[in-house]
Structure formats: structure tokens, C-alpha cells
């Protein structure tokens, strides 16, 4: 079955609603972490978390599981997992993948978290040396 939904690269979303934002929101801490996050959560759908201590709840528990989850947050009927690219501390960037919430089912998304990781250890691998100043090509 054919699903459509809308969404356009380059759509700026808050970070507390997005699994990206959430993973990069995750590696921070205190003031640095309020930085990023409004004092007022919006929802943007009914899923959407708008309570700031959920959400902290939240982000604890990306850190520790090393992934993050945006379901149906700033779409509804998508859901989007996404990992950290860690060749820096905190974490600058990361890497997601998204689906229609009727495609998936848990072995799914166990198969998307995994596939997540490991091409966000070896994105991070490779990047890792080049942040630190390190170049591609010998001169």
C-alpha cells in the first residue's frame, strides 16, 4: 500500500519534537541544555511532549539507550529514530531514518535502531580524526 507523507527537506522544527534534536539535546547538560529548549513546549501534534520534566525523563533515557524516538511528534503517522555521530563531545550532528507508523512493527524498529548504529560508528570513525584537525589527503 502506498503511503504519503508530507514533510520537505530543510523544514526547521524544534529540536524537543524531532528525534535528531532529542539525540543532540540528550548529550547536554543544565544550562546548556536549556539553551536549546523553550520554556514553552508546542505542540505541534497530539504527540508532541509539551512538559519540560517529561522531557527531561526523556532525554536521560536517550543518553543511556544511545538512540532516540520521535513518534508521530511533528508528524502524525511518522515515526523517526535517530543516533548520535559521537567523534566529538557533545555531539554536534546525527544521522535518522523515518517511517509510516503502519510499516513498522518491533522487529522493525529493532532493525532500523541497529542499522542507525552501526553506520553511526563508522560515520564517526572515519569523521572522528578530520575534527581533529587531521586532513583527508596528505599535501
Not at 21 to 36: I, M, N, P, S, Y
Request: some cysteine; charged content about 30%.
Amino acid at each position: 500500500q502506498y503511503t504519503r507523507i508530507a514533510n520537505r527537506v530543510g523544514r526547521r522544527l524544534p529540536a524537543y519534537a524531532t528525534s535528531l534534536g532529542k539525540v543532540l539535546l540528550a548529550e547536554r547538560f543544565g544550562t546548556q541544555r536549556d539553551e536549546h529548549v523553550p520554556a514553552a513546549l508546542k505542540a505541534l501534534t497530539p504527540h508532541t511532549i509539551t512538559d519540560r520534566v517529561q522531557l527531561d525523563h526523556v532525554l536521560d533515557d536517550v543518553r543511556v539507550r544511545g538512540y532516540a524516538c520521535d513518534d508521530e511528534e511533528n508528524t502524525v503517522g511518522l515515526r523517526c529514530f535517530a543516533v548520535p555521530l559521537r567523534y566529538c563531545r557533545p555531539a554536534q550532528d546525527a544521522i535518522s531514518a523515518s517511517v509510516p507508523v503502519d510499516r513498522l512493527d518491533p522487529q522493525r524498529e529493532r532493525d532500523i535502531i541497529d542499522a542507525l548504529r552501526t553506520m553511526g560508528d563508522k560515520v564517526s570513525r572515519v569523521v572522528r580524526p578530520l575534527a581533529n584537525g587531521d586532513k583527508w589527503f596528505a599535501s
